[in-house]
């Protein structure tokens, strides 16, 4: 494996300070090193430096649009850059706005993707929806295709052209989805494996389903976008929106193991992480490990040794 590293530090998409502080306190948990240890070719890129925005007055209901957009912009340039230097790419967030930018820079370099968003959220509310007006709860909006009707124009975001498909997404760990997404994945059909087919399935039948699902059509890159909230907080508290009754360590790595043995990744998002939403050492060390652990699985790590 080949692997491009970029360091996505933003909070914009969000509330929270904090979560701007995920991608080095992930390197300094010693994700190169652990990656070469375990084969991998890996360069590190670096962290995207974002502009301050003044006056980001928030347009209806949607809050820092330009900060987020102007973010998203050079984050894409930067995934497509990765790409094209032939590396799946890692993008370590920062907050899940900054999925935006990063499939618009892996469809630029990719064309076709399918997309498999892990999360105990669904990210899917348009400005009109948006119960909180935070863009890390509406990133997937502004990439479908059969969305753009609803989205309006905002500063800093005419450079965004839908790239996704609804058939070629599928949802992982939802649990916590406002009734205005929910009618949106009814009426799009999206795919969606909530918490409650994980119970009823099991990991292993959903990951078998999923891949039968986006491979059923012609095969396409995979974009994987974990957002660290997906795992119960026993095991990653140290997030902004943390919901009860998520996946165990063990789901978490094993959707990883499952998507590294397709030989389709193509880039993988690792966000909200968030140290100042860990009440102690261990619950941030506890959150930024798995978060570490997932990466690794995604790039061949397999727990039999
Ligand atoms: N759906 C929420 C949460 C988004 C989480 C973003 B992620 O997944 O990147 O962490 C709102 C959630 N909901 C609001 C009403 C009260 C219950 C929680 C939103 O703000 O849109
Ligand atoms: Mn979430
Ligand atoms: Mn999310």
């Given at each position: 494996h080949s692997v491009g590293i970029i360091g996505a530090p933003f909070s914009k998409g969000q509330p929270r300070d904090g979560v701007e502080k995920g991608p080095d306190l992930i390197r300094a948990a010693g994700l190169v090193k652990k990656l070469k240890a375990q084969g991998c070719a890996v360069k590190d890129y670096g962290n995207v430096t974002f502009e301050e925005v003044a006056n980001d007055e928030p347009i209806g209901n949607v809050k820092r649009p330009r900060a987020v957009g102007s973010a998203n912009q050079r984050l894409s340039a930067a995934v497509h850059a990765v790409k094209n230097d032939g590396h799946t790419c890692v993008m370590l967030g920062g907050?899940?706005?900054?999925a935006i930018g990063s499939i618009q820079g892996h469809a630029a370099a990719k064309k076709d993707l399918s997309v498999v968003w892990v999360d105990a959220h669904a990210d899917i509310n348009t400005p009109l929806t948006s119960p909180t007006g935070n863009i890390h709860g509406q990133p997937m909006a502004y990439l479908i295709h059969e969305l753009q009707s609803k989205i309006p124009v905002l500063p800093n975001f005419s450079w965004i052209k839908p790239c996704v498909s609804a058939k070629d997404i599928v949802y992982i760990g939802l649990r916590d989805v406002d009734p205005e997404e929910h009618h949106i994945l009814k009426l799009l059909g999206i795919k969606v494996y909530s918490m409650t087919e994980v119970d009823r399935l099991g990991i292993a039948k959903v990951m078998e389903e999923t891949c039968d699902y986006i491979f059923s059509k012609v095969k396409k890159p995979i974009h994987l976008s974990y957002d660290i909230d997906a795992l119960d907080p026993s095991i990653s508290p140290a997030t902004g929106t943390p919901v009860v009754g998520g996946l165990t360590y063990r789901e978490g790595i094993y959707i990883t193991e499952h998507i590294c043995q397709t030989g389709l990744l193509s880039a993988v998002d690792m966000v909200e992480v968030n140290p100042k939403r860990g009440r102690t050492e261990d619950e941030i060390s506890s959150t930024v490990s798995a978060a570490v652990d997932l990466i690794r699985g995604c790039f061949g790590k397999l727990r039999e040794g």
């Amino acid at each position: 494996h080949s692997v491009g590293i970029i360091g996505a530090p933003f909070s914009k998409g969000q509330p929270r300070d904090g979560v701007e502080k995920g991608p080095d306190l992930i390197r300094a948990a010693g994700l190169v090193k652990k990656l070469k240890a375990q084969g991998c070719a890996v360069k590190d890129y670096g962290n995207v430096t974002f502009e301050e925005v003044a006056n980001d007055e928030p347009i209806g209901n949607v809050k820092r649009p330009r900060a987020v957009g102007s973010a998203n912009q050079r984050l894409s340039a930067a995934v497509h850059a990765v790409k094209n230097d032939g590396h799946t790419c890692v993008m370590l967030g920062g907050d899940h706005s900054l999925a935006i930018g990063s499939i618009q820079g892996h469809a630029a370099a990719k064309k076709d993707l399918s997309v498999v968003w892990v999360d105990a959220h669904a990210d899917i509310n348009t400005p009109l929806t948006s119960p909180t007006g935070n863009i890390h709860g509406q990133p997937m909006a502004y990439l479908i295709h059969e969305l753009q009707s609803k989205i309006p124009v905002l500063p800093n975001f005419s450079w965004i052209k839908p790239c996704v498909s609804a058939k070629d997404i599928v949802y992982i760990g939802l649990r916590d989805v406002d009734p205005e997404e929910h009618h949106i994945l009814k009426l799009l059909g999206i795919k969606v494996y909530s918490m409650t087919e994980v119970d009823r399935l099991g990991i292993a039948k959903v990951m078998e389903e999923t891949c039968d699902y986006i491979f059923s059509k012609v095969k396409k890159p995979i974009h994987l976008s974990y957002d660290i909230d997906a795992l119960d907080p026993s095991i990653s508290p140290a997030t902004g929106t943390p919901v009860v009754g998520g996946l165990t360590y063990r789901e978490g790595i094993y959707i990883t193991e499952h998507i590294c043995q397709t030989g389709l990744l193509s880039a993988v998002d690792m966000v909200e992480v968030n140290p100042k939403r860990g009440r102690t050492e261990d619950e941030i060390s506890s959150t930024v490990s798995a978060a570490v652990d997932l990466i690794r699985g995604c790039f061949g790590k397999l727990r039999e040794g």
